[in-house]
């Protein structure tokens, strides 16, 4: 096999980028998101928080959580948890999404899993984010009434926290953070764990949620044939297969 043609390795990750933040902020968050392009089921965020006081040997085997089979990621989320300083998974539902878009509802899980660790007195200093786009910061409110011609219009819900900078705090962004850092791997293993585990409960009438997690798999558009869109899913989306339903 020529060498452009070999698997590429898993990348380990490290804890230099938050050891870095922490001489500076006394905690530390690592963010990242999970659902985000899946066509039924919320937009989950994972919040892990790390400080001076955690300890440098992370859990063995942390990676990415899409480099995890089921089976590991699940057996990571307690030594996660022991390991870190705090942590807190929390959702957008499709309701959501389809009213705030999916930028908006991001923002919305965040801001939740921020007021959660927040109410335990774990706020971060600042937030490592997955990826090279902030979602999290508010955008200014010219920009917003731009996109949004009522930003506090009726669709917003009521129990939607007021992101000010009070509660969100300075983002850093970084490309592959949740494979490469190792605060951001635990937040995505916590997310994605806690998420598929809220598909697979749900009440299926023949989506296979279990196999699918919302995704747009073979099985899953099946259903949307046979069934069409039902409440779990983001009903101002393009949904494949509605031939002949309607999704709004």
């Not at 099985?219 to 989306?237: N, P, T």
Request: hydrophobic share 40%; with cysteine; aromatic share 4%.
């Amino acid at each position: 096999m020529s060498p452009a043609r070999r698997p590429r390795p898993h990348t380990r990750p490290d804890r230099r980028t938050e050891t870095e933040l922490l001489a500076s902020h006394t905690l530390v968050g690592g963010m990242d998101e999970v659902g985000r392009g899946a066509l039924a089921g919320p937009v989950s965020v994972g919040l892990a928080i790390v400080g001076a006081a955690t300890p440098d040997a992370f859990p063995r085997g942390l990676a990415d959580s899409k480099q995890l089979s089921p089976a590991r990621r699940e057996a990571l989320v307690e030594p996660c948890r022991a390991w870190l300083i705090d942590s807190a998974v929390a959702h957008a539902q499709p309701a959501e999404i389809d009213a705030l878009g999916i930028v908006g509802a991001l923002r919305l899980a965040g801001a939740r899993a921020l007021a959660q660790v927040g109410e335990r007195g774990h706020a971060p200093g600042i937030v490592i984010l997955d990826g090279s786009v902030d979602w999290l910061t508010r955008p200014d409110a010219d920009l917003l009434t731009a996109l949004r011609p009522d930003p506090a219009g009726p669709d917003v819900p009521q129990d939607a926290p007021q992101e000010g900078p009070r509660q969100i705090p300075p983002v850093r962004t970084q490309i592959g953070a949740d494979a490469r850092c190792a605060v951001v791997a635990a937040a995505s293993v916590l997310a994605k764990v806690e998420r598929d585990a809220l598909m697979t409960g749900l009440a299926d009438p023949g989506y296979d949620w279990a196999s699918n997690k919302g995704y747009a798999t073979p099985s899953h558009v099946a259903g949307l044939e046979r069934l069409g869109a039902c409440d779990q899913h983001r009903r101002s989306w393009r949904l494949p297969g509605l031939t002949s339903f309607a999704t709004g």
